[in-house]
């Protein structure tokens, strides 16, 4: 058995495309990746410079972009690398960091939409009671909560796969996941296998509560027009996400611990691939277009942007 520690990397699965297909996949790769990059980075800025939207919803809307970023950047290089090699090669600390990047990413996307649900139940079934309960110290506790939860939980996730003995190097995926690299382990993995349920375990509960947050605010639509306006404005495009998220995230999980072989590779690239592909272009562009607030600044800001540079030009 060759312990962990002695491996210099592994051999990630490729694209079984013709050179011409890896080309137009590398293109629309790379235009995806400047537009998550562009569409996330108009909604912070915006957010940071605009003091009218230092509130809870569009601090936490801040979040979820800047996690969009820290995501995509685990994935994105090293896959566009990949496509213009022939040998999808990554070492051992490349593949330990793209798979906690990654695996941080994702849970801290959950962390954040479930603070989210949170922020908007309070806002619209108890509006008198917004400010005393959403104080800036609740608003900093809930900030480090969706960040610190992910990470403290892919470090331990990391540290149990470290101490496994693997008995090969070949990972049938694009990326590095957690589950891809216990697989190749030697030994049992009753505690890998532990911890992962107590990780779902975590992110069911998390679930229940947006389940929770929905279903009151659902019914206060049902009572009055004003809320019902307030969830359509507010609440609408955070279900979208979550919804997206979610979908995508159980799909990759499943097919990954329980899919069959026979799938087209093309299927299980795609499944691999949505969750970390889709929701960092959703998120803005459903924030972007449903929230007024957040839509005008961002349009009145790349219009002044737009003009200082024409006049820069111009002279």
Not at 102 to 126: G, Q
Not at 145 to 169: D, E, H, M, Q, Y
Not at 213 to 236: D, G, V, W
Request: aromatic letters at 12%; glycine letters at 4%.
């Amino acid at each position: 058995m060759d312990n962990i520690s002695h491996l210099t990397g592994f051999t990630l699965s490729e694209l079984e495309e013709s050179m011409s297909v890896k080309q137009t996949c590398l293109a629309l790769s790379l235009a995806v990746y400047l537009l998550i990059i562009i569409l996330n980075l108009i909604l912070i800025v915006t957010i940071l410079l605009e003091k009218s939207l230092h509130e809870p919803m569009y601090i936490f809307l801040c979040s979820l972009c800047i996690n969009g970023l820290v995501g995509t950047t685990g994935f994105y290089p090293k896959f566009l690398y990949d496509l213009t090699s022939d040998t999808h090669v990554i070492s051992f600390v490349g593949c330990s960091l793209q798979f906690f990047v990654i695996y941080t990413s994702a849970l801290c996307e959950f962390t954040t939409l479930s603070v989210m649900s949170y922020d908007r139940y309070v806002a619209i079934c108890r509006p008198l009671d917004y400010h005393s309960v959403m104080t800036n110290k609740t608003v900093v506790n809930l900030l480090l909560f969706s960040w610190l939860f992910p990470t403290v939980s892919s470090t331990i996730a990391l540290l149990l796969t470290k101490r496994l003995s693997l008995c090969g190097s070949h990972i049938d995926k694009l990326y590095c996941d957690l589950w891809s690299m216990v697989k190749l382990s030697c030994e049992p993995t009753l505690v890998n296998n532990i911890y992962g349920f107590l990780g779902v375990i975590s992110c069911v509960s998390l679930l229940i509560l947006i389940i929770c947050s929905y279903s009151k605010l659902i019914i206060a639509c049902i009572k009055s027009t004003e809320t019902k306006t307030k969830f359509m404005n507010t609440c609408l495009p955070h279900l979208l996400s979550l919804i997206n998220f979610t979908v995508a995230l159980v799909f990759d999980v499943m097919f990954a611990r329980y899919g069959s072989r026979d799938f087209p590779r093309s299927l299980r690239n795609f499944l691999a691939l949505e969750y970390l592909v889709f929701p960092p272009i959703f998120n803005p562009l459903i924030y972007g277009l449903k929230l007024t607030a957040v839509r005008k600044r961002a349009f009145r800001a790349v219009k002044i942007k737009g003009r200082d540079l024409f006049n820069i030009k111009k002279r």
